[in-house]
């Protein structure tokens, strides 16, 4: 299965990143091992997104900036509201980056 590096910016990919860094440069962890560890997580990241996560959210809010490269947009939105079956949040900057999954399989 083919995967995107891109749940590594997340924060909990970004812990893990310095938590692996750390055991390297301590040498609990070999670099390999490390590589290894951020490949499975990617793999995990994409299984559970795919298979596990059921819920709907409706996003709203103003425009600010967009980019399309390499198969890949950016949205920049202010002001913007999520909103699912039981809350609704108001956040005020959010960056949203969509990828095809179709490319996953190629």
Same mark, same amino acid.
């Given at each position: 299965?083919?995967?995107?590096?891109?749940?590594?910016?997340?924060?909990?990919?970004?812990?893990?990143?310095?938590?692996? #860094?750390?055991?390297? /440069?301590?040498?609990?962890?070999?670099?390999?091992?490390?590589?290894?560890?951020?490949?499975?997580? #990617?793999?995990?990241?994409? #299984? &559970?997104?795919?298979?596990?996560?059921? /819920?709907?959210?409706?996003?709203?809010?103003?425009?600010?900036?967009?980019?399309?490269?390499?198969?890949?947009?950016?949205?920049?939105?202010?002001? &913007?509201?999520?909103?699912?079956?039981?809350?609704?949040?108001?956040?005020?900057?959010?960056?949203?980056?969509?990828?095809?999954?179709?490319?996953?399989?190629?």
């Amino acid at each position: 299965m083919a995967t995107f590096e891109l749940y590594r910016r997340s924060t909990i990919g970004m812990c893990l990143t310095e938590t692996l #860094d750390e055991m390297v /440069s301590s040498g609990t962890l070999s670099p390999e091992l490390a590589i290894q560890v951020l490949v499975q997580f #990617d793999k995990s990241m994409t #299984d &559970a997104l795919e298979n596990q996560v059921k /819920s709907k959210v409706t996003i709203k809010g103003h425009l600010h900036t967009y980019r399309f490269c390499d198969n890949v947009w950016t949205f920049i939105l202010t002001d &913007a509201q999520f909103k699912n079956e039981e809350t609704t949040e108001q956040v005020g900057k959010v960056k949203i980056v969509a990828c095809d999954s179709k490319l996953l399989s190629q």
